[in-house]
């Protein structure tokens, strides 16, 4: 009983300050390579910008390397850190079905921060998206 | 001597048992007064341990707030050892989060806009109004209303002599929101036959704002002023903005989110000359800045006990005499305070309330000094980092009230990172909304800037190590975050940020 007023009273869930004092696989990979793909979500004056860049095998489309680098609250650094986490070693197929709500359910998202969440789902779309686009243009030419 | 020992009781102690130890430690003190005090102070760490920190009182406790902080933690590292996690984090934040800091377990306290420390010679005075001296103030047929009566006119003179006033046109209040409301409600009513216009600005504090949007809605016209890029009012700009059915200018003194100093005594000779009626919105500024309601033409002023060391729920309006400043009263009743403001005043307050502007005004240079030293640190200690600015004016403003804006980091994230110091990005009012503040953006400074910005408070008891440990420690959080910005990451790649087109949200 205790820790559940604990929980309400404080805004962060002890999984976020995890994840945001120890955030996985900051970086950045190289945007030119072809099995790269780079998603860019968000914007400054919102207060949340997420940078997700996912490396393919191109054979197997399994995501061999995963990093982020992310401008916002402790909710989207630890929503992106921990969706880093989670596509790591996962076909982009797969990948591309996660949706926000496990993200928000793992890091116990306050309804204020679900946006968080949802932008990590666009995050990793849009690096798919990305790294499908230049697959295709090589393919082509 | 009294900072320190005072700095210490609030880090090691809860405010109740300092005070009881206070009593206790006097030499000439009862004995058995003081056996019982002790006693009482053992049943209080008795009444903490056995009841595990769940009784309401004990939130605010030391050791209740230590074990609280102990779960958490312990939590929160048995999260870290199930997860043998793909590390790539820094340790920048781990002293942030971690259990013992060698500083005590709580927070650095860097919000004095928000509130400060009630002075332990404030509390000292307002104890005997809870014990003794219980009378009612109003009660004027028996010794118990006089004696409490002559304390609360005792602290009346008080609270006047900071901004050479004379003590009857001081009217006690719950506090700065309460005189703001009634001067922009009050004024505005009492002349609504004759006069429809009320100019006040877009920095202001949103009690004055949130008011006289509510005057809008009596039919009033509102001019809101803009202000420059310092976060100043234009005065040709406000001297325009007079016209014959203008009834009231309110300017805020002293700006509680960039510290800015309006131009009060222009203003106050502005107003004059048209006939105006200048209410200024002192809270953050009583006691800290000079003023003097007779030199600036300063014809209502709201104060707040709070903001000066004093107890909380309680402030004051000055209102003008000669020439009389008349206005509605908010409140119907018995016509206490000059029938301005009715209720019973609260003698433990009032006369706490006094005490802490005695204190404002005999000890206003040691504080000037103190403060300008440690801002003046801390503002040479931030700005070196880079991409960081000082929000508002340098020139015109007050020193203990800083407000720094630091470029690619979010504001939320980089609170999150300083969990040791108790500091705010904006008004304490609006730090649960997720809007930037207004009050930047009437600067000029878009969303990004504003979502990135943090106010520091400096008062009396800050000390020059606690200043010396928060710069180091912004300087090293800001480097992480920014490690792990991707803006930061594109300026430093060369990128303009306004070339592109973001997706939004």
């Known amino acids: ?141 | 001597m009294l900072r320190s020992s005072f700095v210490r009781a609030h880090r090691i102690s809860s405010t109740a048992t300092a005070a009881i130890s206070r009593y206790a430690l006097r030499p000439n003190g009862n004995t058995s007064i003081r056996r019982s005090l002790a006693s009482s102070a053992s049943t209080v760490a008795k009444a903490v341990e056995s009841d595990d920190g769940l009784s309401i009182e004990t939130h605010t406790d030391v050791q209740a707030a230590n074990k609280e902080q102990t779960n958490i933690r312990t939590a929160s590292n048995s999260i870290k050892s199930t997860t043998d996690g793909i590390s790539s984090g820094t340790t920048a934040l781990n002293h942030a989060y971690r259990e013992n800091t060698g500083y005590g377990t709580r927070p650095i306290y860097l919000d004095m806009q928000a509130t400060t420390p009630t002075d332990p010679r404030v509390l000292d005075t307002m104890l005997k109004y809870y014990t003794g001296l219980y009378g009612n103030p109003h009660s004027n047929t028996h010794s118990y209303g006089w004696e409490t009566n002559k304390a609360v006119e005792a602290a009346r003179e008080y609270v006047a002599d900071v901004i050479n006033a004379n003590s009857k046109e001081i009217i006690f209040t719950s506090g700065a929101t309460e005189s703001n409301n009634m001067v922009v409600k009050g004024v505005a009513r009492f002349y609504s036959k004759t006069k429809k216009h009320i100019i006040t600005t877009k920095t202001e504090h949103k009690c004055v704002i949130e008011a006289a949007r509510a005057m809008m809605n009596e039919g009033f016209d509102v001019t809101f002023l803009n202000v420059d890029a310092n976060g100043l009012v234009d005065l040709k700009e406000l001297e325009d903005a007079i016209r014959p059915d203008t009834c009231l200018v309110s300017v805020m003194a002293v700006n509680n989110e960039i510290g800015v100093i309006q131009p009060l005594k222009e203003i106050g000779s502005i107003c004059k000359k048209h006939k105006v009626y200048f209410h200024t919105d002192a809270a953050q500024a009583y006691g800290k800045i000079p003023i003097d309601v007779n030199e600036m033409n300063i014809d209502l002023l709201s104060i707040s006990s709070h903001k000066i060391y004093g107890p909380k729920g309680i402030g004051a309006l000055y209102v003008r005499r000669r020439p009389r400043v008349r206005l509605e009263p908010l409140l119907s009743g018995g016509g206490q305070e000059r029938g301005l403001r009715s209720g019973t005043l609260a003698p433990p307050n009032v006369a706490g309330f006094g005490e802490a502007a005695r204190i404002m005004k005999t000890e206003y240079e040691n504080d000037k000094k103190h403060i300008e030293r440690l801002s003046k640190k801390l503002v040479d200690g931030l700005l070196a980092n880079d991409h960081t600015n000082l929000n508002g004016s340098a020139l015109h403003r007050y020193p203990g009230c800083i407000n720094v804006s630091f470029a690619y980091v979010e504001g939320e994230s980089l609170l999150m990172a300083l969990r040791d110091i108790a500091l705010s990005s904006g008004s304490a009012c609006t730090s649960a909304s997720l809007e930037p503040s207004y009050v930047l953006h009437a600067l000029g400074k878009d969303d990004a800037m504003a979502h990135s910005s943090i106010r520091f408070g400096i008062g009396r008891f800050t000390t020059e190590a606690e200043v010396d440990y928060v710069i180091k420690a912004i300087s090293e959080r800001v480097k992480f975050l920014r490690e792990l910005s991707p803006l930061w990451e594109m300026v430093q790649e060369g990128i303009d940020l306004d070339s592109i087109e973001w997706s939004g949200h």
């Open chain 1, 1 to 141: 009983m205790r820790s559940s007023m604990i929980t309400t009273r404080r805004l962060y869930h002890p999984k976020v300050i995890e994840h945001y004092t120890n955030p996985r696989n900051v970086g950045s990979l190289d945007k030119k390579s072809k099995d790269v793909g780079t998603g860019i979500v968000g914007a400054p004056a919102c207060g949340d910008v997420i940078k997700l860049q996912i490396q393919v095998d191109d054979k197997t489309g399994i995501i061999e390397n995963v990093k982020f680098k992310t401008f916002g609250c402790g909710s989207a650094i630890a929503s992106s850190s921990y969706m880093t986490e989670l596509v790591h070693g996962m076909s982009i197929d797969d990948a591309a079905k996660i949706k926000n709500t496990e993200i928000a359910k793992e890091l116990s998202l306050p309804p204020v921060k679900l946006h968080c969440s949802m932008l990590a789902e666009d995050a990793i779309k849009a690096a798919i998206k990305d790294y499908k686009t230049k697959r295709n243009s090589t393919v082509l030419h």
